[in-house]
């Protein structure tokens, strides 16, 4: 910038923003986009410092019109200064930037999924969470990630809860019954426990429930225990996945939405 005779004069930088997201639907990047309007902006380029984390697949089609339409020149560093909207190899070049960011963000999802599975499968270790009713956090030494035990993270594992672990045993108990008693249903369950004065759920651990009634057991909290393969030995994870969907299919450039789904 310095030798082109320029200097800073502003910043748009988006934190904890996706780069996937259209330039309207990032905070920074939508404002910079509103002051190409202004006539008295303060600035008369734009530098971009990074292309391939600032345009992602086909983001710079659908924005460089706008700098152009304005008349506000586009540097960037790869190019060796401002793009040339009728230069076909600076086109080529920035698409290529586009195709390298979506390309690595995929094999990010891809390592980061991976390797979950594997400290899952491998070694049965707990990947974060809410702990289950019935279980309690506990350290277990040092965090494996060098750069987070660096800062004194620790890692954790689960272990019974002494209040609410006989609680789930004697769900499980009353369930299967024993050779002289059948096994009762949920809902028979959640009254029993009622009857018994046995705090739910919601209400052993009120202060993380506020949305949550704490009235008594309901069936569908004692189907829940019944159901989750925590209880049985099993370590959990990614039962749900993220799904990324199209906001308007008659307009692909608003990009997509996030959704969870199982």
């Given amino acids: 910038i310095e030798p082109a005779g320029g200097h800073i004069v502003t910043e748009y930088f988006d934190i904890g923003h996706s780069r996937s997201l259209p330039w309207q639907r990032r905070p920074r990047a939508n404002d910079l ?12 380029a ?9 345009f992602y697949g086909n983001q710079f089609g659908n924005t460089f019109p706008v700098f152009v339409h304005f008349r506000i020149p586009l540097w960037v560093p790869e190019v060796g200064g401002p793009i040339d909207p009728d230069n076909e190899a600076h086109d080529l070049v920035m698409s290529v930037f586009g195709g ?21 499968k491998l070694r049965g270790r707990y990947l974060g969470g809410r702990p289950p009713y019935g279980y309690r956090l506990t350290d277990a030494g040092t965090h494996p990630n060098p750069a987070k035990a660096a800062t004194g993270q620790l890692l954790h594992k689960l272990e019974p809860d002494p209040e609410t672990a006989p609680v789930v045993l004697r769900i499980f108990t009353l369930y299967v019954g024993t050779p002289y008693i059948d096994g009762m249903s949920d809902e028979t369950i959640a009254r029993r426990h009622d009857q018994d004065g046995i705090p739910c759920p ?10 949550r009634p704490k009235t008594g057991w309901q069936a569908g909290a004692a189907r829940a225990i019944l159901l989750n393969p925590r209880y049985t030995g099993h370590e959990v994870w ?19 939405r996030t959704t969870m789904t199982r």
Avoid: C, W, Y
């Fill in 33 to 44: 986009l509103q002051a190409l309007r202004d006539p008295h902006r303060g600035f008369d």
């Fill in 46 to 54: 734009v530098v971009i410092g990074e292309p391939q984390r600032t």
């Fill in 100 to 120: 390298m960011s979506k390309g690595e963000r995929n094999r990010i999802k891809i390592r980061v999924r991976t390797a979950m599975s594997s400290q899952a």
């Fill in 202 to 211: 919601s209400a052993h651990d009120a202060a993380r429930n506020p949305h």
């Fill in 238 to 256: 990614n039962k749900q996945r993220k799904e990324e969907r199209l906001i308007d299919v008659d307009d692909v450039t608003l990009g997509h």
